[in-house]
């Protein structure tokens, strides 16, 4: 994937941290999920008062491609505003459903982005980084002793 593609998916991840319900931190995150063939869901974290139930950004947009019955995806572009990887839950989460996903992440904030280096050639977000590198000796239903996922 090359660097206009990335900043892409960024731009879109960002439109959806827009919609971000977040009262109580202020965090916003946006998420886009790109599927195998080139399908495209958004996400954006939703606060409780109660925490628990807070859904992030990775689990809205595979729970809406989920949905539309997309389940294999080979990239995630997550935005926030400190440039935040995907948390443990998510992780896991998306390594149900893909173990080689690429990860990328970046700044809500574009303007911190172009900002972040003195190096014109350097890029602005980070990635690709494998989920299975973000989440050493995981383990699903598909790679268990218990078999396939049906």
């Given at each position: 994937?090359?660097?206009?593609?990335?900043?892409?998916?960024?731009?879109?991840?960002?439109?959806?941290?827009?919609?971000?319900?977040?009262?109580?931190?202020?965090?916003?995150?946006?998420?886009?999920?790109?599927?195998?063939?080139?399908?495209?869901?958004?996400?954006?974290?939703?606060?409780?008062?109660?925490?628990?139930?807070?859904?992030?950004?990775?689990?809205?947009?595979?729970?809406?491609?989920?949905?539309?019955?997309?389940?294999?995806?080979?990239?995630?572009?997550?935005?926030?505003?400190?440039?935040?990887?995907?948390?443990?839950?998510?992780?896991?989460?998306?390594?149900?459903?893909?173990?080689?996903?690429?990860?990328?992440?970046?700044?809500?904030?574009?303007?911190?982005?172009?900002?972040?280096?003195?190096?014109?050639?350097?890029?602005?977000?980070?990635?690709?980084?494998?989920?299975?590198d973000l989440l050493p000796g995981s383990d699903s239903l598909q790679q268990s002793a218990l078999g396939h996922k049906r």
């Amino acid at each position: 994937m090359n660097n206009t593609d990335v900043e892409h998916y960024l731009a879109l991840a960002r439109e959806a941290a827009r919609k971000a319900y977040c009262p109580y931190s202020g965090f916003h995150v946006g998420c886009v999920l790109l599927g195998q063939d080139g399908e495209i869901f958004k996400g954006c974290n939703i606060e409780s008062c109660a925490y628990a139930p807070s859904i992030c950004a990775e689990r809205t947009a595979a729970a809406s491609a989920i949905v539309q019955g997309v389940s294999a995806w080979k990239a995630v572009f997550v935005v926030s505003p400190t440039r935040v990887s995907p948390c443990g839950v998510c992780r896991q989460f998306l390594y149900e459903f893909a173990p080689g996903l690429h990860v990328y992440v970046g700044y809500l904030d574009a303007s911190i982005e172009s900002a972040t280096s003195l190096d014109t050639t350097a890029k602005s977000y980070l990635g690709p980084i494998t989920l299975a590198d973000l989440l050493p000796g995981s383990d699903s239903l598909q790679q268990s002793a218990l078999g396939h996922k049906r």
